[in-house]
């Protein structure tokens, strides 16, 4: 139950939030692929761009995360398998999505790799 006090942090937390001040550490997040850029998504519901190495500070509730990506190689992988694709919508990947799955996806699409 939100109790008053509680509820008046909440909105001093996402007011900080808004302006770039981290107020508490949130949970370890995946890092996903969406239109070409790579997103954390809080479980507040808000969803940052973010970088290899760096946290995520949530805009909408003032939360820091960790953020986990793939293994390097495996990044790069996926980076190279999605920019093949034309279309930049078509550029995305979520963390149970293998190698095998997009160049599978990338084939059904017609899309080939130079070899
Ligand atoms: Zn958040």
């Known amino acids: ?10 909105r001093i937390e996402t007011i900080l939030g808004k302006a770039g001040v981290s107020t508490f550490q949130g949970e370890t997040i ?7 850029s790579w ?3 809080c479980p507040c ?3 940052q761009y973010v ?16 953020v986990e990506f793939p293994p390097p190689k495996k ?3 996926i980076e190279h398998l999605l920019g093949l694709r034309p279309n930049q ?6 963390p149970g999505e293998t190698v095998e799955d997009l160049e599978a996806e990338n084939i059904d699409h017609g899309v080939w790799e130079d070899m």
């Open 1 to 10: 139950m939100l109790t008053a006090d509680n509820h008046t942090r909440k």
């Open 30 to 36: 995946r890092a996903r692929i969406e239109a070409g």
């Open 39 to 41: 997103l954390a998504d």
């Open 45 to 47: 519901k808000g969803a």
């Open 51 to 66: 970088r290899r190495g760096e946290q995520m500070l949530c805009g909408d509730c003032g939360a820091d995360h960790d």
């Open 75 to 77: 990044q790069e992988r």
């Open 89 to 94: 919508v078509n550029r995305n990947w979520t």
